[in-house]
């Protein structure tokens, strides 16, 4: 999976792509040598050293013994990115309000170069698959499979789920897993009649989810609010039923925190 754009015929940085390049696969290595990296990479030594002295000059990368990795300035930075993100700002604490009252993992999650980017997470008192939850906050995903992709897809026009659709595909996940256009359309259409998305074991075979869109005033879809859980629990009608109610109660209350946050801005001053 990747979450590069497609050429446009702009100029791009042959130098900046290549430390980007460097980068990944430190993530993706969990570390490594100078030797590895140039392996990994088809450079050459001497290019992977003067990425890696770049960027440990810049504090993006430390060096224990022959190994390079990731420094924690991307962990501020990304602090910096979530903390400005306007759905994170005002939907965080109802989120965690959400995951208290259902005792489950609740997600908050947006949308970024077609694929979805989970901005936070909670785990409830009694929530399942916390390493499988906490690896999804490092890594974009697919939105095909999952109650918040779902929730998204269905709120964009139909064109952009197109575009999503022919850049990525429909990975099949588990066997429930949507993998045909015609059939996600439909289902993302009984998303929008319902006013919320469902994932019935299609990312994890066992775990079900609830999600509901987050718009602004306008109408833009801003992410999603989820609720997931095992299914013999979330299978039960009353307590599905009450998952749904929190969830849309949920991105209804984020919608009007965003909005009057928006409207206070237009509000006369007195001098």
């Known amino acids: ?40 990479l088809g450079m050459s030594k001497s290019a992977v050293y003067s990425h890696l002295a770049t960027l440990k000059e810049e504090r993006f990368v430390v060096k224990e013994g022959t190994t390079y990795e990731l420094s924690l300035q991307f962990l501020l930075l990304g602090e910096y990115v979530r903390n400005r993100h306007v759905l994170y700002r005002h939907g965080n604490r109802v989120l965690e309000e959400l995951a208290e009252e259902t005792g489950e993992y609740a997600h908050l999650a947006t949308e970024q170069h077609g694929l979805g980017v989970n901005l936070y997470k909670v785990r409830g008192e009694k929530a399942v698959g916390s390493d499988y939850q906490t690896s999804k906050l490092q890594r974009p995903d697919f939105l095909h499979f999952s109650a918040t992709g779902k929730a998204i897809l269905a709120s964009l026009p139909e064109e952009r789920v197109h575009d999503i659709v022919d850049r990525y595909g429909l990975e099949r996940k588990t066997e429930r897993t949507i993998t045909d256009r015609d059939a996600l359309f439909a289902d993302l259409e009984r998303v929008r009649e319902r006013g919320y998305s469902t994932n019935d074991e299609e990312e994890v075979k066992g775990l079900q989810a609830v999600g509901a869109p987050v718009r ?56």
């Open 216 to 271: 602004d005033a306008s109408g833009r879809v801003l992410g999603s609010i989820s609720v997931s859980g095992p299914v013999n629990r979330m299978r039960e009608e009353e307590y599905h039923d009450f998952v749904i109610e929190r969830v849309t109660n949920a991105a209804n209350v984020v919608e009007v925190n965003v909005n009057m946050a928006g409207t206070a801005t237009d509000l006369p001053t007195f001098d």
């Open 1 to 40: 999976m990747t979450d590069r754009d497609p050429p446009t015929g702009t100029r791009t940085l042959t130098t900046v792509q290549h430390a980007f390049d460097v980068v990944r696969a430190l993530e993706e290595l969990d570390g490594a040598g100078v030797t590895e990296l140039a392996d990994r």
